[in-house]
């Protein structure tokens, strides 16, 4: 990824003459205009402030203001010990809550020599990809909202209760699965759980289409996403900006495939998709894509799915030896990773995060400069970040 | 509001004065979203998703702002930062009015009990009517919470100016028939 300097933003002169025009008034205060969004805004999918100032309807800057859901995970993390840390990072990204365990647990595990035995990573894949389906899912409904389109909403969230079900039915937690062991899994699928994911993948790729005939393709939802928000690819990997709001813009990049080799990735077959034009309605269509793509993964590991035992050898109580280790995988929202040191210890001496959305949100000041407001909560929506994977 | 203040005609409101009004208040709830961490997708579950469907429980959750909202759903992790802020939107709420806080992380801190930045419990700021344990509840859990809360506006008292005192903003106990008087 080569870094380029960031171009600064420039007002089309024709723009120029067309403001000289409307300016009647002249005695008419032309000062610009704060405006504050959030903390508490439905558009902002949490608590995420941001300061915007603006000339008429234009935008003349924008300022994220974040660190309203700052827990202190990293901090936290140094005083539990290692299966207890699996709880709490649970709750980072906490739509796809079980994809924030596995790089956490695999680099546990690299430290220790340990290696899960195939179908436990099988199903660690599986589940993976379950909860990239049910975060999609949620964007791809409340992105009709962001346009004014309340009924994809209700439809996201429908679909989406299904494969909550098929998670709660594995893993016992509805939300929050906290299921990945140092070494394996909690548990083995329980019975009849394959057929059952084969049905309800049916429903999810019906879902998609629906999504498809109602939002791709409406006028006004082109209308208010075709153009809006272009991200380069280079400036957007020069921010650091990650998964499908780079892959919108050309890039085509992807840790499960790119990145060093985990879980069952590198064993089926699946397609990157990417979108030439970068903005929000490539993001939209990037993940309507990889909600398919990611149905298709599911049915070939349900297919290729190995037996054996789900647990590896591991002592009873966990002690981990010195080290440092530097874990990163493709989550639904995009890079995340961590970086585990560790002195010997039941927990870790010091866990940095690096989470997908903060980097994500960080192209925000040069992306929202000039844009107008109603596409200001387009852009954030499409965008598609978590607080909890913001503040951490 | 003087059917409350004064009663009616200068006495005590008769009783099925007062089960009008409290059944008319329970069955129109305006609830003020506020919505922080992951229970607020649970909450969304349980305003947005068909198979949960608030509504039909006679909740109103698109309030446009506090200063309408009879019920305030505090969903996720309140941290220092966020604290202000709630109180302040509390303060703009009009009496008599309805805290829940749903959520281990607003019940006391939860997972992040030994956090830097978490208050531990947003009853630190604001009085909460109830609690929903869970980390994070079912969206079961938190219609469970408005059933006993409309059940607990209903066995309001009017006659002993009970309500008066709750539309000053002040505690008043309620005993309902599954919910024993808490001191």
Partial sequence: MTTTE?????????????LENARVNVELDNGDMILNLGPQHPATHGTLRLVVRLDGERVVAADPVIGYMHRGYEKLSEFRTYPQITTLINRIDWLSSFANEVPFVSGAEQLMGVEAPPRAQWIRTILTELS???????????????????????????????VLNLIEGATGGRFHPNFNRIGGLKDDLPWGWISECRATMDKILKGCDDFEDVLVGNEIFEARTRGIGIIPGELGAAYGVSGANLRASG??????????????????????????????FARYWVRLQETREAVRMVIQLLDGLPAGSIMAKV????KVPEGEVWVE??????????????????????????????????????????VYVPDVITIMGSLYFILGDIDR | MGLVEKGVFGKKPLKPVTWLLNYSRKYSLWMFQWGLACCAIEMGAALASPRYDMMRLGVIPFPASPRQADLVVISGTVTDKMAPAIRRLYEQMPDPKYVISMGSCANCGGPYWDSYSVTKGVDQIIP??????????????LLEAIVMLQERIQHEGIGNDELAARWRGEYVPVETDRTPVQA
Avoid at chain 1, 142 to 162: C, H, I, K, N, S
Avoid at chain 1, 315 to 318: F, G
């Fill in chain 1, 315 to 318: 002592p009873r109580i966990i």
């Fill in chain 1, 132 to 162: 990239r389906i049910a975060t999609i899912y949620l964007f791809l409904g409340e992105m009709g909202l962001q346009v004014g389109a309340l009924t994809p909403a209700f439809w996201g969230f429908r679909d989406r209760e299904l």
């Fill in chain 1, 251 to 280: 890039v085509d990049w992807d840790l499960r495939r790119d990145g060093k080799p985990y879980l069952a990735y590198p064993e089926i077959d699946f397609k990157v998709w990417t979108h030439p034009d970068g903005d929000s």
């Fill in chain 2, 128 to 141: 909460v009517d109830i609690y929903v344990p869970g980390c994070p509840p079912r969206p079961e859990a």
């Fill in chain 1, 329 to 370: 995988v493709e989550n639904p929202l995009g890079q995340m990773g961590y970086y585990i040191v560790s002195k010997g210890a039941t927990g870790p001496f010091r866990v940095k995060i690096r989470s997908a959305s903060f980097s994500n949100v960080s192209i925000l000041p040069w992306l929202l400069r000039g």
């Fill in chain 1, 6 to 18: 960031t171009p600064g933003f420039e007002v089309d002169p024709a723009l120029h003459r067309t």
